[in-house]
């Protein structure tokens, strides 16, 4: 049976939601952009997330490990763009390359709507409303998640964005999870990609080619940073200790970011419904209508291997 619980802590920023029973332990952290920031399947860490300290909440904005990422995922150039014919200027959050990064949300406090516990399942719903008033992006939304943790170590999550506004809003959404990965050089990442997207100096996207990965990459030595569009919405991941398979879809074309830090002992998969600098690229730039909504579902799936 799933157990839920909230842990206050000195600082509010830690205050986390924490979801375990005999196999899973996962951590919720509402006041950090409603991210996950543990998940343990028997035994095996599976999302490498930060240490609830004043470390952990550095290392959170400097890597911004698994931030949901909206209304762009990854970078805007010069944190500037154009929509309906007016410009509009977000705030430069990684100012050593003049760009906007990872979205508006990251750093937000949600609201805790709920929780549902079943022998099989947990459920967390959180959300967050904004007023129009985020510098660069005056839009009316809510930003709502749902986590659904099963005792088989899926974890579905849906997020679904409401325009509360009276105009049209321009958006794309991403998650940021980094994986742990005890053995990168005997890993495999499989995924069908159509577009690969070089990216300039200030990972901005210069240049659109077509992908030459094969379907099943050994990754070895390879360092990642790197955007693709994918013909399906289906990314495994497959290292000594577990395969990982992410599906991310809503009839539209998925996007990829794939990163890998210097240290290789985790890797970067993000799913993504737009390109980096889609605001200004548009290449898979979403458009939402006044009083509508939007749903975009991830389905994470963990087996793990007899030696693990």
């Not at 159509?194 to 100096?201: G, Y």
């Amino acid at each position: 049976m799933f157990e839920v619980r909230e842990v206050r802590n000195e600082n509010y920023l830690l205050h986390h939601i924490d979801v375990h029973n005999n196999d899973i332990s996962c951590k919720i952290f509402p006041n950090l952009g409603g991210s996950i920031q543990e998940f343990i399947y028997k035994g095996v860490q599976i999302i490498d997330g930060i240490s609830i300290d004043d470390d952990g909440i550095d290392n959170y904005f400097n890597t911004h490990k698994s931030a949901l990422l909206f209304p762009f995922p990854n970078r805007v150039k010069d944190g500037n763009y154009s929509f309906n014919g007016k410009n509009y200027q977000l705030y430069l959050n990684e100012p050593q390359l003049n760009n906007s990064i990872h979205g508006l949300v990251f750093d937000k406090h949600f609201k805790i709507e709920k929780s549902n516990v079943t022998p099989n399942e947990a459920k967390i719903s959180l959300s967050y409303t904004s007023d129009g008033l985020i510098k660069g992006y005056p839009f009316k939304f809510i930003f709502n998640i749902e986590y659904s943790i099963k005792i088989d170590g899926e974890i579905i999550t849906t997020i679904e964005i409401q325009n509360i506004d009276k105009k049209k809003m321009p958006f794309g959404i991403g998650w940021h999870p980094y994986f742990t990965a005890q053995n990168l050089e005997h890993s495999t990442l499989s995924f069908d990609s159509n577009e690969h997207f070089i990216f300039s100096d200030r990972s901005i996207p210069e240049n659109i080619v077509k992908s030459e990965l094969p379907s099943k990459l050994i990754i070895g030595n390879r360092m990642f940073d790197d955007g693709f569009s994918l013909s399906k919405d289906h990314v495994k991941f497959d290292n000594p200790k577990y395969e990982l398979n992410l599906k991310f879809g809503h009839n539209i074309t998925p996007y990829l970011q794939i990163y890998t830090p210097s240290h290789r002992k985790n890797i970067a998969i993000e799913p993504m419904t737009c390109a980096t600098d889609a605001l200004n690229n548009k290449y898979g730039l979403l458009e939402l209508e006044a009083d509508k909504a939007f749903q975009w579902v991830i389905n994470l799936e963990v087996d793990l291997h007899d030696e693990a």
